[in-house]
């Protein structure tokens, strides 16, 4: 009889629920952004300087210890006050709130994002930031269905 119960559970959209969602996991500060340009940071030989446009804005300088990403590329943007959802620095990931933060002497004006950052990926993916499809629209919500 159990078994019979166990038979006619829908397995499938229980899974569902635990499936990533732009409306469950993504905060309005984190958005698709176009790389318009970058350079090496002044300070530091593993950092880039990059300028981002967002649609109604250009944001920079965020600064970046990622490298797979060229000028035209698509991907997201966490603005100062967004809710991270795993932090990479953190040994247990612990969620965190954004703030703009002085890396090597350069303000950043807020983090190009990895998919493990989003709660998308995990911390097996290959490193890097998230690249996106190309026509993902900049300024939107990030949504996982925009990952390349």
């Known amino acids: 009889m159990l078994r019979e119960h166990f038979m006619k559970i829908n397995f499938k959209n229980i899974f569902s629920l635990f499936k990533p969602s732009s409306d469950n996991i993504i905060d309005d500060k984190v958005v698709v952004a176009e790389v ?11 950092l880039r300087v990059v300028k981002l446009n967002t649609g109604d804005k250009v944001v920079e300088p965020i600064v970046c210890g990622a490298f797979n990403f060229e000028v035209g590329d698509k991907v997201v943007l966490a603005l100062p006050d967004a809710e991270i959802t ?3 620095r953190d040994p247990e990931g612990k969620p965190f709130t954004l703030t703009k933060a002085t ?11 990895a998919a493990y950052e989003l709660g998308v990926g995990s911390l097996n993916d290959e490193p890097g930031i998230l690249i996106l499809k190309p026509e993902a629209q900049t300024g939107s919500k990030f949504s996982p269905d925009l990952i390349q």
Not at 36 to 46: G, I, T, Y
Not at 105 to 113: A, P, Y
Request: aromatic content about 4%; overall charge neutral; proline content about 4%.
């Open 103 to 113: 890396i090597r002497g350069v303000e950043s004006q807020g983090m190009i994002c």
């Open 36 to 46: 318009l340009s970058f350079e090496k940071h002044p300070n530091a030989d593993r």
């Open 86 to 88: 795993h932090n990479l």
